[in-house]
């Protein structure tokens, strides 16, 4: 089966998830934002070999670690939409404005599109991609487990941020609304902060975009 460990990472308590194959120990890394010792200490804990690096979108807090973790381990980066090269590009301006340690701009082994799949052993995850918060923004969704890792699309009780360069709130509620929703009420997703939920339970309550 799939499992998941959900690690927040960096000042900005970035969920980073780590996800894999229990059959076979493979795993890949979901937005590695930085603090790569924390997240190297629980992959030697679990036991993992980990040969991926996903990620969502370009935003630093996701993504300042995944050039350094890349080259260490010699992983593919794979993710996100190229549409987010522009922010991938920013990430040392960016890290030195947030104060961050140096961060390093990559371009990733494979751009994501939607409709594609990424495969981890025995078990493919969907791709979407979701454009909103970032122009390049993809959601990995496994139906096996009902779990989305939706970085910063959604959120308990929230939405992504749309006033970023390129951001556009039309676009994120349209993400939301025909691409989250039809993964079904029951499937919990992952956001890029704070805690998990379910697409019913914000359909039913999250003031932004709950069902009228």
């Known amino acids: 089966m799939l499992q998941y460990l959900t690690i927040p990472v960096t000042a900005f308590q970035q969920n980073c998830s780590l996800v894999w194959d229990d059959q076979t120990m493979q795993a890949a890394v979901i937005d ?35 050039a350094d973790l890349a080259e260490q381990l010699g992983l593919p980066i794979i993710g996100p939409h190229r549409g987010d090269q522009f922010w991938i590009d920013g990430l040392p301006m960016a890290a030195m404005n947030y104060g961050f340690p140096p961060a390093r701009p990559f371009t990733p ?37 009902q779990r989305a890792f939706v970085g910063d699309v959604l959120f308990a009780g929230s939405i992504g941020r749309t006033d970023f360069p390129q951001g556009n709130h039309e676009d994120l509620i349209r993400s939301i609304r025909e691409r989250l929703w039809p993964m079904g009420n029951d499937t919990v997703f992952i956001p890029g902060h704070g805690p998990e939920s379910t ?14």
């Open 32 to 66: 590695p934002g930085g603090d790569l010792d924390v997240l190297l200490d629980a992959v030697k804990k679990l036991g993992l070999k980990l040969e991926q690096v996903w990620v969502t979108h370009g935003h630093l807090d996701h993504c300042s670690g995944a």
């Open 199 to 212: 697409f019913g339970r914000e359909r039913r309550s999250n003031p932004y975009v709950r069902d009228m």
């Open 109 to 145: 082994t494979r751009w994501l599109e939607d409709g594609d799949t990424v495969t981890l052993g025995a078990h493919t995850l969907n791709v979407r991609h979701c454009p909103g918060h970032t122009p390049g923004h993809v959601v990995f969704h496994s139906p096996e487990i």
